[in-house]
Structure formats: structure tokens, C-alpha cells
């Protein structure tokens, strides 16, 4: 009997290679931003067009299926998941280090079937590593089976965050000093490579041991999350309960000994749920 979702899953591969050509091909060229919410929230035109090369290629050949995308959901269209298959994507993740040619600019997509992921793929394409994972099945790097690094002592670990503007200054204030308490439990050190999906990828991989951040989306995490959880890596919410993919918070980590200690440390803020605004 054929697998249905592996073969959704080989189809996207080779769909997420076209894609990365797209985007090493743009970088060579000169890149038009454009701003969405704010100053520091960008897209450019490879993002729209790598969006709708993906798009149309999957609708093409599964055309009952569902998406979430991150340019089609800032172009109107809803950001709810439901139970049918759902393709869930960001073009670009890393768009801010696309547009200074900083090198972790990845493709992600993570694939859903009653609101559960069945698999996901991060294309890290200027670095040439493709990031898979199906559920059960394991997680891998370019083919190579890879996992977490098992670490259970935080202050051993080296830990990732993003850290940006935010409008709203209580927010602001709370992300430096959260990243004040990480520093001073001690860890090892806080690095930004500044793509949610590449982060995951890092920590599935055992390059880092920790990662937590409020204010992605469904897109950032969705692709990334099939790679730790395969990789033997812990998902949970920011607060410690369990992950939830539309809640725009998580704290991915090699042990649930990190998770659970991340989530006390940190104080938490609001930042919405992608099935309500959309944004």
C-alpha cells in the first residue's frame, strides 16, 4: 500500500530545491524591500514570487488541499487549520538576513493532517542543508539521520532567541530582560542567527540546546517543530504546558530538564494566536 504522505513529503522536497535556487539566484541580484506592519517588518519580491512558485506547484498536483501561507495570510487570506491536509509556509524565513545577504535564509514547510504535523522540511539554501522530517520516522540533514544534543544542564547550553523592535515598550523591555535572566542563570552564551526555522533545525542538531521566542507565526515553527520532535528534541509552550502550533510562542530544547527551566526563568507577554487575527 503507497504512502500517501511520503509522497507528499518527496513532491515537497523537490518543490523546496526549486525554491532555494530562486532565492540563491536573488541573491546575487539587487533586492527590492517593501515594508509590511513596520519598518523592521519586511518582504521583497522573491519572497512573494517564491510563495506562489511553492503555492502553485502543490495546488497543481493535491488540489483539495489546504494552505497557510505568511505573504497570502499579509495579503487577506485566513490563518485558521483545520482537519484537512494543510500545507503551512513561509518562502523566506529570515527575510531581514535575505536582504543583507546574511546567510541563514531558509525555505520552510511544515504539512498538517487533522492538526497534527506529519512532516516538515526546512531548506537552509545558502548553507545547502535540507532538513527533513516525517513523523516516526526520524529526522534528517541532506539525508544524514540527526538528533539533539541530549544536554540537560542549562548552564552547559548555548541558547537561541530572536531579538527585534517591538511597538509596544512593555514588550520590549520584557524581551532584553529576558534575555538578561538567560544570561545570568549562566548559560554558555545567547546566539540570534535570525530564522525561527534554522534555529529548530540548530537545536535538532545539536548545535545548540535551547531556543524560545514570542511573536512567530504558524509558518515560522511549523516546519522546524517536525524536525526537532523527530530529532528527539522537547516542544512546549512558553509557559511549559503543551505546544501549541497557532499560539505564536514556543521553547524548543534538548531536554525537557531545559524546557521546563526556560519556561520558569521567563516572563511571558501577549502577543495574540494566528487563528485569531490572522497577523
Known sequence: MSDRWQECMDFCVEVTKRAGKVICEALQKDITVMQKSSPVDLVTETDQKVEGLIISSIKEKYPTHSFIGEESVAAGAPSVLTDNPTWIIDPIDGTTNFVHRFPFVSVSIGFTVKKEIEFGIVYSCVEDKMYTARKGKGAFCNG?????????????????????????????????????????????????????????CLVACGSADAY??????CWDMAGGAAVVSEAGGVIVDISGGPFDLMSRRLIVASSRAIAERIAKEITQFDVGRDDENGQ
Open 212 to 217: 524560545y521566542h514570542m511573536g512567530i507565526h
Open 144 to 200: 544524514d539521520p540527526i538528533k539533539v544534543s541530549g544536554q540537560e544542564d542549562i548552564s552547559k547550553s548555548l541558547v537561541l532567541t530572536e531579538m527585534g523592535f517591538k511597538e509596544d515598550p512593555e514588550h520590549f523591555k520584557r524581551m532584553l530582560a529576558n534575555i538578561r535572566t538567560i544570561l545570568t542563570i549562566p548559560v554558555h552564551g545567547i546566539r540570534s542567527p535570525g530564522s525561527a526555522a534554522v534555529n529548530m
